[in-house]
């Protein structure tokens, strides 16, 4: 739901986001959150908000970078372009593969997701002209004409006004009639239906949205990196974009970047803890498994709506409770027809 | 206004309407009425296109809409209360019942995203009778309650609502008043009376044969999937069929009211 959080929160957070870079000596880490929180966001209107399940958005950040690498450095058409195409292709193809897959629904979705990311994958790994076995190196840093962007802080600034972007572009779409569509369809498709909800059209346009905001992360990040292949998208990652979606809250606004930021700062913690000396090579990916399942479970066992979710239920059952006081649900009731509409 | 016309559904090889034709001109209140099972939730699950049929077909408005989806026969006017609630649990009860209006707007997904002044004002609209809707089944007073936390009786005043929002030509209330207190039942027959007055084509399943004697023009009465009796309150009362099938007590108590 539109849960609304007060604007000085808001701004506190935009102010801290545009500093903190400013300190910090290697951006990598930083960008790949702001990304990452612009891929949930996506992702939790997909899942949180028409109740669907996607496994693989892996896939869709892989369509977004594999777009900028092949369109600058395969055809050397201008960088501004093939970023601007990255989320619209990305978009083009949920369409395309939604009109089979978004037929099957529950886990059967959810494999089917997975599958696709798989293929994606091996598509990538085996066609030489996507990178193959090599993947696709050089990708020219981001510009304009002669103007040309250095350094990793403006990537840094592009991410943050794209996960702005989406944001705002969330919101509007769940506060109108389409978005209730899209939310009404993960209480009962039978009755959206009934109230006019084209139901596959619905999710198609949710996944193929949801695919442009994942296809546009995976285009700033082909300019950052400057390289992709078919290891860049690892299914780990795709599960850890759900890990973040859950924890921040399915179906709320700032969820995605909650549980974005707090997963990421999770694994650059336990990356920090592996790369001590002295520890074997597999304690990293081993820590961060064991991290994920463990986070995963905590917050199924104890927030299981995820957290923005569950603070707003709080206030919000304040505010009712203090309604009740003030007026029996007695009153509240009034009888039918009492209005001539 | 409604035509249907030989309209057969099975469920693994057993007929759950078999061979059903009602016909409803514009602006009557149809009663329908049978023992459980007899397929009546049927029939309006084929006319809402909840389901399809096995052979038949439906006209509505003067066209066929039987291969049409639910959502398309919503756009055209047909809306449904079903017999369960089914609501939208997420969502806020003012968001629910303006899921309602989704059927006669029309502003996409683009034109929300850059929100353009045409969709806001469509929007405001949408509000607006939604917060009229919901004063006439009595629920202003919760628009901003979770539908989640609504009792059972709240719920069906929230569908109607929200059925009501679709500018419905057809009306199909599905036992609306199970469940209810014997005051609601009231106040739904009255809003239900209202509507038909002001011209709205209704068909109305339910249990509380009384209750449907008093509010239909016309009654048709279901029994294993087939259609045994049409005619006024007045003649089903006096139908032998319809006493043996199924009346019984129920009509002598009418009677006797
Ligand atoms: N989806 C379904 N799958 C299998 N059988 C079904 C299905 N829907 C209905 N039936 C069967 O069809 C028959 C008619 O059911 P229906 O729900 O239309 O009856 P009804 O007249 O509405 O009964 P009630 O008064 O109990 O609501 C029943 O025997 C029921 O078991
Ligand atoms: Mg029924």
Same mark, same amino acid.
């Given at each position: 739901?539109?849960?609304?959080?007060?604007?000085?929160?808001?701004?506190?957070?935009?102010?801290?986001?545009?500093?903190?870079?400013?300190?910090?000596?290697?951006?990598?880490?930083?960008?790949?959150?702001?990304?990452?929180?612009?891929?949930?966001?996506?992702?939790?209107?997909?899942?949180?908000?028409?109740?669907?399940?996607?496994?693989?958005?892996?896939?869709?950040?892989?369509?977004?970078?594999?777009?900028?690498?092949?369109?600058?450095?395969?055809?050397?058409?201008?960088?501004?372009?093939?970023?601007?195409?990255?989320?619209?292709?990305?978009?083009?193809?949920?369409?395309?593969?939604?009109?089979?897959?978004?037929?099957?629904?529950?886990?059967?979705?959810?494999?089917?997701?997975?599958?696709?990311?798989?293929?994606?994958?091996?598509?990538?790994?085996?066609?030489?002209?996507?990178?193959?076995?090599?993947?696709?190196?050089?990708?020219?840093?981001?510009?304009?004409?002669?103007?040309?962007?250095?350094?990793?802080?403006?990537?840094?600034?592009?991410?943050?006004?794209?996960?702005?972007?989406?944001?705002?572009?969330?919101?509007?779409?769940?506060?109108?009639?389409?978005?209730?569509?899209?939310?009404?369809?993960?209480?009962?498709?039978?009755?959206?239906?009934?109230?006019?909800?084209?139901?596959?059209?619905?999710?198609?346009?949710?996944?193929?949205?949801?695919?442009?905001?994942?296809?546009?992360?995976?285009?700033?990040?082909?300019?950052?990196?400057?390289?992709?292949?078919?290891?860049?998208?690892?299914?780990?990652?795709?599960?850890?974009?759900?890990?973040?979606?859950?924890?921040?809250?399915?179906?709320?606004?700032?969820?995605?970047?909650?549980?974005?930021?707090?997963?990421?700062?999770?694994?650059?913690?336990?990356?920090?803890?592996?790369?001590?000396?002295?520890?074997?090579?597999?304690?990293?990916?081993?820590?961060?498994?064991?991290?994920?399942?463990?986070?995963?479970?905590?917050?199924?066992?104890?927030?299981?709506?995820?957290?923005?979710?569950?603070?707003?239920?709080?206030?919000?059952?304040?505010?009712?409770?203090?309604?009740?006081?003030?007026?029996?649900?007695?009153?509240?009731?009034?009888?039918?027809?009492?209005?001539?509409? | 206004?409604?035509?249907?016309?030989?309209?057969?559904?099975?469920?693994?090889?057993?007929?759950?309407?078999?061979?059903?034709?009602?016909?409803?001109?514009?602006?009557?209140?149809?009663?329908?009425?049978?023992?459980?099972?007899?397929?009546?939730?049927?029939?309006?699950?084929?006319?809402?296109?909840?389901?399809?049929?096995?052979?038949?077909?439906?006209?509505?408005?003067?066209?066929?809409?039987?291969?049409?989806?639910?959502?398309?026969?919503?756009?055209?006017?047909?809306?449904?209360?079903?017999?369960?609630?089914?609501?939208?649990?997420?969502?806020?009860?003012?968001?629910?019942?303006?899921?309602?209006?989704?059927?006669?707007?029309?502003?996409?997904?683009?034109?929300?995203?850059?929100?353009?002044?045409?969709?806001?004002? =469509?929007? $405001?609209?949408?509000?607006?009778?939604?917060? &009229?809707? /919901? #004063?006439?089944?009595?629920?202003? %007073?919760? *628009? !901003?309650?979770?539908?989640?936390?609504?009792?059972?009786?709240?719920?069906?005043?929230?569908?109607?609502?929200?059925?009501?929002?679709?500018?419905?030509?057809?009306?199909?209330?599905?036992?609306?008043?199970?469940?209810?207190?014997?005051?609601?039942?009231?106040?739904?027959?009255?809003?239900?009376?209202?509507?038909?007055?002001?011209?709205?084509?209704?068909?109305?399943?339910?249990?509380?044969?009384?209750?449907?004697?008093?509010?239909?023009?016309?009654?048709?009465?279901?029994?294993?999937?087939?259609?045994?009796?049409?005619?006024?309150?007045? =003649?089903? $009362?006096?139908?032998?069929?319809?006493?043996? &099938?199924? /009346? #019984?007590?129920?009509?002598?108590? %009418?009677? *006797? !009211?």
């Amino acid at each position: 739901m539109t849960r609304r959080i007060p604007a000085l929160v808001v701004c506190v957070a935009a102010v801290i986001a545009l500093v903190v870079p400013l300190f910090l000596p290697d951006l990598s880490f930083y960008i790949q959150m702001i990304l990452a929180a612009v891929i949930v966001t996506g992702l939790s209107l997909f899942m949180g908000y028409a109740g669907q399940a996607s496994l693989g958005h892996g896939a869709f950040v892989a369509v977004g970078a594999l777009t900028v690498a092949v369109m600058t450095v395969r055809l050397g058409l201008p960088p501004l372009l093939a970023l601007i195409c990255a989320p619209i292709l990305a978009a083009v193809f949920a369409y395309i593969v939604g009109l089979p897959l978004l037929r099957l629904r529950g886990h059967y979705l959810a494999f089917g997701t997975l599958a696709l990311l798989l293929i994606v994958q091996a598509v990538i790994a085996t066609v030489p002209f996507f990178g193959g076995g090599l993947g696709i190196f050089g990708v020219p840093p981001l510009g304009v004409g002669d103007a040309v962007i250095s350094g990793q802080l403006p990537y840094v600034y592009l991410s943050l006004a794209v996960l702005a972007l989406a944001l705002l572009i969330s919101r509007n779409v769940i506060r109108s009639r389409f978005g209730r569509g899209v939310r009404a369809l993960a209480g009962s498709e039978s009755a959206a239906a009934s109230s006019g909800v084209p139901v596959l059209r619905t999710k198609l346009a949710v996944f193929a949205l949801s695919a442009a905001f994942a296809g546009l992360a995976g285009g700033i990040m082909a300019f950052f990196t400057p390289y992709v292949s078919s290891e860049s998208f690892p299914v780990a990652t795709s599960i850890a974009y759900i890990i973040m979606a859950v924890i921040g809250g399915l179906g709320s606004l700032w969820g995605g970047v909650i549980g974005a930021v707090l997963v990421s700062l999770l694994v650059q913690v336990l990356n920090a803890v592996s790369n001590q000396p002295g520890l074997p090579a597999t304690t990293g990916p081993v820590l961060q498994y064991g991290a994920y399942a463990l986070v995963l479970i905590l917050a199924l066992l104890f927030i299981p709506k995820g957290i923005v979710p569950t603070i707003a239920q709080a206030m919000r059952r304040r505010r009712d409770r203090r309604a009740d006081a003030a007026a029996p649900t007695d009153v509240a009731v009034e009888p039918w027809a009492s209005v001539q509409g | 206004m409604l035509t249907v016309t030989s309209l057969s559904r099975a469920f693994g090889g057993v007929y759950a309407t078999k061979d059903v034709s009602v016909t409803v001109p514009e602006g009557e209140l149809r009663g329908v009425i049978g023992p459980n099972g007899a397929g009546k939730s049927t029939l309006f699950n084929l006319i809402g296109g909840h389901l399809r049929a096995n052979a038949g077909s439906i006209e509505f408005g003067g066209a066929r809409v039987d291969r049409l989806p639910v959502h398309r026969r919503a756009r055209l006017g047909i809306a449904i209360v079903f017999q369960g609630a089914r609501l939208f649990p997420e969502m806020s009860v003012l968001e629910n019942v303006m899921v309602g209006a989704n059927a006669a707007t029309r502003a996409g997904a683009v034109a929300a995203a850059l929100r353009l002044p045409s969709q806001r004002n =469509e929007e $405001r609209g949408i509000r607006q009778r939604a917060f &009229a809707a /919901l #004063g006439r089944v009595g629920l202003a %007073a919760w *628009a !901003e309650r979770d539908a989640e936390a609504l009792p059972l009786g709240q719920q069906r005043r929230l569908q109607v609502a929200r059925a009501l929002m679709g500018e419905p030509r057809l009306l199909l209330l599905d036992e609306p008043a199970s469940g209810l207190r014997a005051a609601e039942r009231e106040d739904l027959s009255e809003l239900i009376t209202e509507l038909h007055r002001e011209g709205m084509t209704i068909m109305l399943i339910e249990h509380d044969v009384s209750m449907v004697m008093r509010l239909a023009d016309k009654i048709t009465v279901l029994d294993l999937g087939e259609v045994i009796a049409e005619g006024t309150p007045a =003649e089903i $009362r006096r139908n032998q069929r319809v006493i043996d &099938a199924y /009346l #019984g007590g129920e009509a002598a108590h %009418a009677d *006797a !009211e």
